[in-house]
Every structure is written in structure tokens, then in C-alpha cells.
């Protein structure tokens, strides 16, 4: 007797399988539709219609495997292999085990910010998306400035420090009108400095700084729950 094979199957997804999976692609990324929508350059609509179970073009497919960094960007329109649920499972599990979701606040002013810097010790501080140059220089501008200031903010006086507020608003506004908008969160560590064994793990605080596209902010965003932390 041949025993039966646990093989999976592999061939085009109807329309209602692909809704699934590009729900899910995006749910693990921690994508609202409107983000997904600003990756893959389709409407918001196009987005629902899809993980509604509705049929799409060629070209949306192309589009949203273009947005998922997909290698092959004809992924989406050729036979699929459809994992197991236990398989979906365990994909976001591991997801969960090596993310933390933190809840985004936007920032909107030089003070917010500076007050920010005043009271964390490393940060993380990137764009959720492609910057044109003039942002990207901008946002790096932004950077340089709030972490000069974090460094040496006490040796500011508290007049001095409306000049900071006042710098740190010019940037944030030339980044708005960039269609660049700033969302932070906060979160405790420990971090060990050196790796010899009296080195003793101390509390920080860590900001994350993210910039997102102006209109587009999400409620929460994850981030690896050992990344690049910046002292």
C-alpha cells in the first residue's frame, strides 16, 4: 500500500484565496489599506475590491508584488502553493516573537520634539517609505539636529531653548510640506554597555522616530525587537 503523500498544492488562486493572502501580507506588516495603497500606487478602492475577493488585473497583481518586494513581480498572476493554515499560523507567530508593536503618536511640534530628546537615550529614526531626495536630505537634516541637541541639550538655558523649538518646527513643516509626516513612539530596554562579565544591563529609554507618508499615519507600527539602536 502507498501511503498517502502531504503534499501541497500548487496552482492559480481564485480570486477570494488571493483576498486572503494580500490581507494577510499586509496585516503582517502592520499595513492599514491606505499604506498598501501608497506602496503599490493603486487606489484605496482597488485594495478593498481585492481583499474583498473580487477579481483584479494583471496589472494590480504586478503592482501589489511589486509592493511586497516580491522578487519575481509576476508572482501574484502565476500557480501559487497554497500553505497550511498551520503554516499561516506559525509565519505570524514569528512575526509576533521577533516584533514589538508600539501605538504611533504624531509629531507636530519643535517642542514635542525637544522635550522628546530631553528624556530618551537612543534612538531609532527612519522613513516607513522611499524619500525623494529633497525629503531624505531633509529628514536627515531633522536627525543630525534633534540628536546634537539630545547630546548637549543641558547645556542649553531655558531661553536658548525656544531657538531649539523654533529649528525643530522649521523642519518638521519643511518635511510636511515635503509630504513627509512624523509619528514616534517610546519603549523601555535594557541594554548591556560592553560584553564583559561585570557589564550590567540598564534601563533606557528608546524613541522611534518614523516618517510616513503625510496623511497616511498608522495607529501602531512594529519594529524588530533587536534592531539597529542608535546612542
Sequence with gaps: MTAPENTQQTRMLTPA???????????IRQWSQD?????????????????QGLSASLDTHRALASAFEFEDID??????????????????D????EHVTLTAIQLTTGKQFAKLAETCMMDVSEPAFELIREADVAFAALVDYFREYRDFYDLYTETRKFEV????QSHIDALKK??????????????????????????????????????????????????????
Design 75 to 92: 508572482a501574484l498572476n502565476k500557480p501559487f502553493t497554497i500553505p497550511f493554515e498551520e503554516e499561516l499560523k506559525a509565519a505570524k
Design 35 to 51: 499604506q498598501l495603497a501608497e506602496m503599490s500606487g493603486l487606489n484605496v478602492r482597488t485594495i478593498q475590491r481585492v481583499e
Design 165 to 168: 523649538y523654533d529649528e525643530m
Design 94 to 97: 514569528k512575526f509576533d516573537r
Design 178 to 231: 515635503l509630504g513627509v509626516s512624523l509619528c514616534y513612539a517610546e519603549r523601555k530596554m535594557q541594554v548591556k554597555r560592553g560584553s564583559g562579565p561585570e557589564s550590567k544591563p540598564i534601563s533606557v529609554t528608546v524613541l522611534y522616530v518614523v516618517g510616513f507618508p503625510l496623511g497616511k499615519e498608522p495607529e501602531q507600527f512594529a519594529t524588530p525587537k533587536s534592531g539597529r539602536i542608535r546612542l
Design 17 to 27: 484565496e488571493l483576498g486572503i493572502c494580500i490581507k494577510l501580507f499586509r496585516e
